[in-house]
């Protein structure tokens, strides 16, 4: 959220969280941007200010880079329009692209963050194996057409398991948030999707945020 608006959005009388999903591939990240770039926040604050007949400011659970896709991100925003919570979902899917969609809506604490609230995250990586790319998963998988060793896989994933600093990984101007996290669970396991082999690589990041970042 906006520092200088910060104040005004926080005086209107709701708090509506929602949980989105979207194909992030046609986007730059979730994170406003400037224009010609356009990125997944710009588009549902504006169709979202479309619905409730003001100006929408979003605060979300995390951000995502260029192409990445989300099936459960939440994000929230204050609000003073009066539409009831089950129908926004529904009026949301009247206004927005086919690749963004509103999963559920309710309204929560004043006190709830979709950043700072939040209590782990699940990332996702999916490979496709085989000799040839399923158009069917290109978008959302990477294709790797050689053999992979899944069982030295698997035990690379053990020593990520715990808690690590992750500060190469973050921005240098990034001097704010603590860059210890917990990694609570980490696997690998072959499914098929569109009839494509599919290996899955799922993370759950315990993260912990500190009141006065708000």
Request: hydrophobic content about 45%; some cysteine.
């Amino acid at each position: 959220m906006k520092t200088t608006s910060k104040a005004e959005m926080k005086s209107r009388r709701r708090n509506i969280a929602l949980i989105v999903a979207y194909d992030g591939t046609n986007y730059n990240g979730f994170q406003r941007q400037n224009f010609p770039s356009v990125a997944v926040q710009n588009i549902l604050e504006d169709k979202l200010a479309k619905i409730f007949g003001e100006r929408i400011e979003i605060t979300a659970s995390g951000r995502t880079d260029t192409g990445v896709h989300a099936l459960g991100q939440v994000v929230n925003f204050f609000t003073d329009g009066r539409i009831d919570v089950e129908k926004i979902p529904l009026a949301a899917s009247s206004v927005l692209p086919p690749d963004i969609v509103v999963k559920k809506a309710w309204e929560a604490d004043r006190n709830f963050s979709a950043l700072h609230s939040a209590k782990s995250k699940a990332y996702i990586y999916r490979i496709q194996r085989g000799a040839t790319l399923n158009p069917f998963t290109a978008r959302f998988t990477w294709h790797i057409p050689y053999a992979l060793d899944v069982d030295k896989m698997k035990t690379a994933l053990n020593v990520l398991i715990g808690e690590h600093n992750f500060s190469t990984f973050k921005a240098a101007s990034n001097v704010q948030r603590d860059p210890v996290r917990k990694i609570f669970s980490a696997e690998i396991f072959s499914e098929e999707i569109f009839c494509a082999e599919i290996l899955t690589i799922k993370f759950i990041m315990i993260i912990i945020y500190f009141p006065t970042i708000n």
